[in-house]
Structure formats: structure tokens, C-alpha cells
């Protein structure tokens, strides 16, 4: 069955850092592109990061540039978002995606 896994999340303070990290299962992982979204309560799910196949490409949100770190393990079937300096902003559930599927989300809790 197809299934994302999330893990990593926690309760962190701003300007530290946390690892997040995504389980693929059920889909051919190393043929596909995938995606980082984060949702805060009252607000609508936002795309965070992207990379392709190769894991040589990435795209990332312009608030997160510079901080937040993409990468996949085609291997392991993983993919790896890396977030340092975290600002509270940065706060909310995170998925990783694939075309309609999602996982069940991993929160990220940022105190200033």
C-alpha cells in the first residue's frame, strides 16, 4: 500500500535545529519528485521545499531559504528535510507529499 511516513518533529527553541525525515513505501520512490508542505492552525497548508529524483534539484519556500535543507535517500526510500536556525514562524504540522499522497504529519514546535 502506498504510505508516507513522517518523523522528527518536537519542541524546539528558535535558532536550533531539527531533522525531519519521510518513509516511502509503495511507490516507486526513486522515479518521483517530492514535497515538503507545513500547516498551521487557521491557516491553509503551504509548500515548503520540492526535489527531484536525482535529489541534485531543489526549490524551497523564500522564507525558508538558506535555513532548511532538502535531500533523499533513494536507497533507503527517505527523504530528509534538514531545518536549522528554526524561527517561530516556523512552527506548525509538517507532510511530506507525492502527487495525492500524504502522510500523517510530523509537528515542529518553535518558543521564542
Known amino acids: 500500500q502506498v504510505q508516507l511516513v513522517e518523523s522528527g518533529g518536537g519542541l524546539v527553541r528558535a535558532g536550533e535545529s531539527l531533522t525531519l525525515s519521510c518513509a516511502a513505501s509503495?511507490?516507486?520512490?526513486?522515479?518521483?519528485?517530492m514535497n515538503w508542505y507545513r500547516q498551521t492552525p487557521g491557516k491553509e497548508r503551504e509548500w515548503v521545499a520540492t526535489?527531484?529524483?536525482?535529489?541534485?534539484?531543489?526549490r524551497y519556500f523564500d522564507s525558508v531559504k538558506g535555513r532548511f535543507t532538502l535531500a533523499r535517500d533513494n536507497t533507503k526510500k527517505t527523504l530528509y528535510l534538514q531545518m536549522n536556525n528554526l524561527e517561530p514562524e516556523d512552527s506548525g504540522v509538517y507532510y511530506c507529499?507525492?502527487?495525492?499522497?500524504w502522510g500523517q504529519g510530523t509537528q515542529v514546535i518553535v518558543s521564542s
Open positions: 509503495g511507490f516507486p520512490f526513486s522515479l518521483v519528485g
Open positions: 526535489i527531484d529524483i536525482s535529489g541534485r534539484n531543489t
Open positions: 507529499n507525492w502527487n495525492d499522497i
